[in-house]
């Protein structure tokens, strides 16, 4: 008799799912898949936050759009519940889901930029670090987060700022366009003209909307940007929130007044 693995459908009902059926799962998938008893097994359950411990039936590692359509697709036949991981970074660890699919985006990091329109179409487990490294090379940038490891998916879908957003809106005033793969398998693309209940959705609205395979942003010619979290010593607090005030409304022009005591992350 084959192997079987058990899993609840929403906490309501106890199911089973042959190895079989998973090993045909497997195949169909270009990525690759990641059960309780591979070794990859715990690197793949391990996020951000080291505090989140959760125990996914399956990891698959989707290489490409359609390793996203199956893998939704089989969650749907199987009952399974699905989380989706792009950085990882979620605090409440969203990214996994007990006794569920992890579709796991990480694998899909791809950028293409388009130095000629200022776009990039950016795959949908790309970090910032890689869209920063793919747009840098070309004086170019958005407004991602100030942590080049935090997901391009989450953040996005969350709204997103950064250090350029005093400049540029937040990250989502810079999406164009969206490619989503929904929860019946089915794949549509989505911007201001197609499909704009989605993508007015999806600017802030989360990642409960299908899985968003890659993201394109605008552009800005910016290249380099001096900025980073300053800190003071607690005692310090008076003196300093005292000068930030006349400082950031120009009555002073003092930037080195307080070098000694900053230490840059
Ligand atoms: C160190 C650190 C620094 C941060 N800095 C900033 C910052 O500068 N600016 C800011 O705005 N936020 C910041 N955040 C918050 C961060 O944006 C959120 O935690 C965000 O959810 C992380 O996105 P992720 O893709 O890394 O996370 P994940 O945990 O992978 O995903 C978060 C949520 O989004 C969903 N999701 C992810 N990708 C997709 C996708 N492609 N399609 C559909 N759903 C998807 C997931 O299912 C999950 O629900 C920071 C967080 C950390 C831990």
New binding site residues.
């Given amino acids: 008799m084959s192997k079987q693995y058990s899993y609840s459908d929403n906490d309501t009902e106890t199911l089973t799912i042959d190895e079989e059926v998973i090993q045909i799962f497997a195949a169909s998938l270009r990525g690759e898949l990641i059960n309780p008893d591979s070794p990859e097994y715990e690197e793949a359950r391990t ?2 936050n080291a505090m989140i411990d959760k125990r996914p039936v399956l990891v698959a590692k989707c290489a490409n759009v359609a390793d996203v359509i199956a893998s939704v697709n089989f969650a749907r036949e199987q009952k399974m519940e699905v ?9 409440p660890g ?2 996994l889901v007990d006794e569920g699919l992890v579709i796991d ?1 990480s694998s899909m990091n791809g950028v293409r930029v388009d130095p000629f329109s200022k776009t990039a179409r950016v795959e ?2 790309c970090t910032w670090g890689d869209v920063d490294h793919a747009a840098h090379a070309f004086g170019l940038a958005t407004v991602s ?3 080049s ?7 996005t ?6 250090y350029l957003t005093r400049k540029f809106g937040l ?1 989502i005033d810079n999406l164009l366009s969206a490619d989503v793969v929904l929860a019946d398998g089915s794949f549509v693309h989505t911007n201001k003209d197609k499909n704009p209940d989605l993508f007015w959705a999806l600017r802030g609205g ?2 409960n909307f ?4 890659s993201f394109e942003y605008k552009l800005h010619p910016i290249k380099n940007v001096i900025a980073g979290p300053l800190f003071w010593p607690i005692d310090q607090v008076e003196t300093t929130m005292k000068w930030y005030r006349d400082w950031i409304t120009g009555k002073l022009f003092t930037p080195i007044l307080l070098v000694e005591h900053i230490s840059i992350l």
């Fill in positions: 996020i951000y989380s989706i991981r792009s950085g990882g970074h979620n605090g969203l990214a985006l949908g487990g987060g100030v942590i490891t935090t997901g391009v998916g989450g953040l879908l969350g709204g997103g700022h950064g990250t989360g990642g299908g899985v968003v395979t």
